[in-house]
């Protein structure tokens, strides 16, 4: 959810990345990490931003020739023309300035109520007075809200919390205000007698519209005042289930026997909690990334990974209550604003429209998997058979959801020879990281200057480099247009790379401060951050990225470029401020890259001597591209199927008598069909991984298959433009033209086709998976 709008002062500025669609090509945790594949996507943009990345302890071995992109390394630091945000704000702060910028937008309305009557609403003196306080407190909105994901501090975290909450309950009072709502409604029945650019009139339109959508045509009575209740329920429900997930610490204790398998390099026993009493001998683990993706594909004991599955499926139950609460009260706004679901209230603005549509694409998308998903499985259970016979265990003849992937780790290195830890090697997160940005520096003409703490404190408002982080490990660039494209200043952006208690767990990009053109005609820029969970270094090592990693961080880079490309009249629609099922479009186009030999073998550099990753080992890694990928894609469809289902219940009674846990258990057998704890004696109730899956309640309800549809345009114009030259100079500054930087100021589709030159295709899609 990212909306900065006029008269919705939350700022939802979070791409969840995130989650990421998870975003990594899912061959490995396939579908028992399909909910999880939901938080690392880009979850879905949540609602801030922040960046965070491990020094590297000076025991760490460096290659010889550090690493930095040419243009980095040539260009000297200079004074940007605008200064970055602060992060010196106090928990008392927090709330005082959040209180301070409600009541200015508040003193906005009522002054244009008094001044302005319907006769004589105009564009400038209805809709411009709120574009102009939006733009001007977008920043510190969402810096005030950004706290909660990112900061190291308890008191600032709550304190961010509770402002959200104030916010929200703000906002809600002025979407519902009718005094303004019948000034837009008047400005928009007259909209074709004023002269109004494309991009304002589209501010119009879906300004109007969203008054509507948030009762204002309900009549005024007990019925619109239930609609606002509600409002404010689910808001303080999101909001705590979002923070149960940000807070959680839940862990499970193994003997180092049960982690037999699990490489050195990835998670490091004698440097893990040792446990007394009960779990004497054992070692502490949690669930966060850097522990989850290592044990369920290394971990040779199934025991283990079964143990740890249904642990982690269990670790938010907190939020199974709040969650049934939520859906509940979503079917109820719904039919109150006249829709038969909550699905159709919130696909009517994408590019879908209907949930029928959306229902229609993932029904027809399960058919053609379905075959390919049956072959894998099959392949997959012949692994464990001999996997299990050479190390003179029992084979029962079950496949199940916890070997997924581990036995697609296996089947990778038989037959692909790719040994995952080899190539992490080639891929330490530092000099892969600075690959990325001369990628984005050749194919966009960006440049990147990494602000060191000297340069910072030239830089900051208060002359103290570290105001202008919000923790001692995120890293700042500034971000510029290359001499070719004018030399201009572009924005500022942030990596916060690691997992630290109280973080954001999962992977997404923030939008920290959003970019519009000012009343004087000047700029303001953006400043965007990504927020991210790899592993940190050890004591021997750098922090190394396994190819899934690369992956993810490309997207989740590709999220923040296109931040920073926004050129957009107001910030109401700068950069990812487009519809939901396309926002992951511009990020997923992107990941073609980390398939392309010469882009991939560009972006290594061995941790220890330098080198670049070997051919054959970049063709083998490439060659693994589609393994298992109906699996995979039948993951992704698990969490779409379920999400369009909760959303569109026959009834209210329906909805009430909704066992979710239950439901995305039987969906996840079903879809898979791969076998799972309740064929095991556990029945279906045996965990609620939805629970855990920002994304639902944090901006993709009823959209989670917009990862899925807006593959179908990534992969078109990935196919049309850029497979045979990924490094297309001039394709690339015409992409970053014409699709990136209007945001959402221009209809997605009007903007698709003119990329394109053709109405989109769904046959690059399908042709990627085989099912051409």
């Known amino acids: 959810m990212r909306q900065s709008t006029i008269r919705s002062p939350r700022p939802d500025n979070r791409r969840p990345a995130s989650y990421t669609r998870f975003l990594l090509p899912i061959s490995f945790f396939l579908f028992l990490v399909a909910a999880i594949v939901a938080s690392q996507r880009a979850f879905p943009r949540l609602n801030t931003l922040v960046n965070h990345f491990r020094p590297r302890p000076s025991s760490i071995i460096v290659p010889a020739r550090p690493v930095t992109t040419s243009t980095m390394a040539d260009i000297k630091f200079k004074l940007p023309p605008q200064a970055p945000p602060l992060f010196t704000h106090t928990a008392d702060s927090i709330l005082s300035e959040t209180d301070r910028l409600n009541a200015e937008h508040k003193k906005v309305l009522d002054d244009m109520v008094a001044a302005v009557k319907k006769d004589s609403a105009t564009f400038d003196n209805t809709l411009k007075p709120m574009l102009v306080d939006d733009n001007r407190s977008a920043a510190l909105r969402r810096i005030l809200n950004f706290y909660q994901h990112t900061s190291p501090d308890s008191k600032l975290r709550d304190a961010s919390t509770k402002a959200d909450e104030i916010t929200n309950e703000f906002d809600?009072?002025?979407?519902?205000?009718?005094?303004?709502?019948?000034?837009?409604?008047?400005?928009?029945?007259?909209?074709?007698?004023?002269?109004?650019?494309?991009?304002?009139?589209?501010?119009?339109?879906k300004e109007r519209q969203k008054y509507v959508r948030n009762g204002l045509l309900i009549p005024a009575g007990p019925q619109r005042d239930r609609f606002k209740e509600i409002q404010k329920r689910i808001s303080q429900?999101?909001?705590q289930c979002q923070k149960?997930?940000?807070?959680?610490?839940?862990?499970?204790?193994?003997?180092?026997?049960?982690?037999?398998?699990?490489?050195?390099?990835?998670?490091?026993?004698?440097?893990?909690?040792k446990g007394t009493g009960e779990n004497e001998g054992k070692v502490k683990l949690g669930f966060k990334y850097n522990h989850f993706f290592p044990l369920v594909k290394y971990a040779k004991n199934g025991e283990t990974r079964f143990k740890y599955i249904v642990a982690d499926a269990n670790k938010a139950n907190s939020n199974v209550p709040l969650f049934q609460e939520i859906l509940e009260l979503r079917d109820e706004a719904a039919r109150l604003l006249g829709y038969d679901n909550h699905a159709s209230v919130k696909i009517e603005v994408k590019m879908a429209k209907t949930p029928a549509r959306v229902n229609e694409f993932l029904g027809n998308l399960k058919e053609r998997l379905a075959?390919?998903?049956?072959?894998?499985?099959?392949?997959?259970?012949?692994?464990?058979?001999?996997?299990?016979?050479e190390r003179g265990a029992e084979f029962d003849g079950n496949f199940y959801m916890w070997d997924t992937s581990y036995y697609s780790r296996i089947m990778k290195e038989k037959e692909f020879s790719v040994d995952e830890v080899k190539v992490s090697q080639y891929f330490p997160v530092e000099s892969t990281f600075n690959g990325m940005l001369k990628i984005f520096e050749e194919i966009f003409g960006l440049v990147f200057v990494e602000v060191t703490e000297e340069d910072r404190k030239k830089i900051s408002p208060t002359g103290k480099a570290d105001d202008i982080v919000w923790h001692d490990e995120v890293?700042?660039?500034?971000?510029?247009?290359?001499?070719g494209l004018g030399g201009e200043f572009v924005g500022y952006l942030y990596i916060d790379l690691h997992p630290r208690d109280g973080k954001y767990s999962h992977n997404a990009n923030f939008n920290i401060e959003p970019g519009y053109l000012k009343e004087d005609g000047s700029?303001?820029?953006?400043?965007?951050?990504?927020?991210?969970?790899?592993?940190?270094?050890?004591?021997?090592?750098?922090?190394?990225?396994?190819?899934?990693?690369?992956?993810?961080?490309?997207h989740e880079l590709g999220h923040g470029i296109h931040d920073l490309a926004g050129r957009t009249r107001y910030s109401y629609f700068h950069g990812t401020c487009v519809v939901d099922d396309f926002v992951e479009a511009p990020s997923q186009m992107l990941?073609?890259?980390?398939?392309?030999?010469?882009?991939?073998?560009?972006?290594?550099?061995?941790?220890?001597?330098?080198?670049?990753?070997?051919?054959?080992?970049?063709?083998?890694?490439?060659?693994?591209?589609?393994?298992?990928?109906?699996?995979?894609?039948?993951?992704?469809?698990?969490?779409?199927?379920?999400?369009?289902?909760?959303?569109?219940?026959?009834?209210?009674?329906?909805?009430?008598?909704?066992?979710?846990?239950?439901?995305?258990?039987?969906?996840?057998?079903?879809?898979?069909?791969?076998?799972?704890?309740?064929?095991?004696?556990?029945?279906?109730?045996?965990?609620?991984?939805?629970?855990?899956?920002g994304h639902f309640i944090g901006g993709y309800d009823a959209g989670y298959y917009g990862y899925l549809w807006s593959e179908v345009f990534s992969t078109d114009m990935f196919h049309s433009f850029f497979k045979e030259n990924p490094m297309d100079k001039e394709q690339g500054r015409r992409y970053r033209k014409i699709v990136l930087e209007r945001g959402g100021s221009v209809d997605e589709m009007e903007f698709l086709i003119e990329f394109l030159g053709r109405e989109p295709s769904t046959e690059p899609f399908y042709r990627e998976l085989g099912l051409a």
């Open 475 to 483: 890293r700042l660039y500034t971000v510029w247009n290359d001499e």
């Open 237 to 239: 429900l999101s909001i």
């Open 523 to 554: 700029r303001n820029y953006p400043a965007t951050a990504l927020v991210c969970n790899f592993s940190k270094a050890s004591a021997n090592k750098p922090s190394l990225l396994k190819h899934n990693e690369v992956v993810t961080l490309f």
């Open 591 to 693: 990941e073609n890259w980390c398939w392309t030999p010469s882009v991939l073998k560009s972006l290594s550099r061995h941790w220890e001597t330098g080198e670049t990753i070997p051919d054959d080992l970049v063709n083998k890694v490439i060659s693994t591209k589609n393994l298992n990928s109906a699996t995979a894609n039948l993951a992704q469809l698990l969490i779409g199927t379920f999400d369009m289902t909760i959303h569109t219940p026959e009834s209210q009674e329906a909805i009430k008598k909704l066992d979710a846990g239950k439901l995305w258990n039987e969906l996840r057998h079903n879809i898979s069909g791969i076998k799972g704890p309740e064929d095991t004696g556990l029945g279906y109730k045996w965990g609620n991984r939805h629970a855990n899956i």
């Open 371 to 389: 075959a390919g998903g049956e072959k894998e499985r099959n392949r997959l259970l012949e692994y464990k058979k001999n996997d299990l016979a």
């Open 244 to 273: 149960n997930l940000n807070e959680d610490k839940s862990s499970i204790w193994f003997t180092p026997e049960e982690l037999d398998g699990v490489p050195e390099d990835d998670i490091n026993i004698s440097e893990l909690e």
């Open 172 to 205: 809600i009072e002025c979407k519902m205000r009718e005094d303004v709502f019948n000034l837009v409604d008047a400005v928009f029945q007259r909209r074709d007698a004023e002269t109004l650019d494309t991009e304002s009139l589209r501010v119009l339109e």
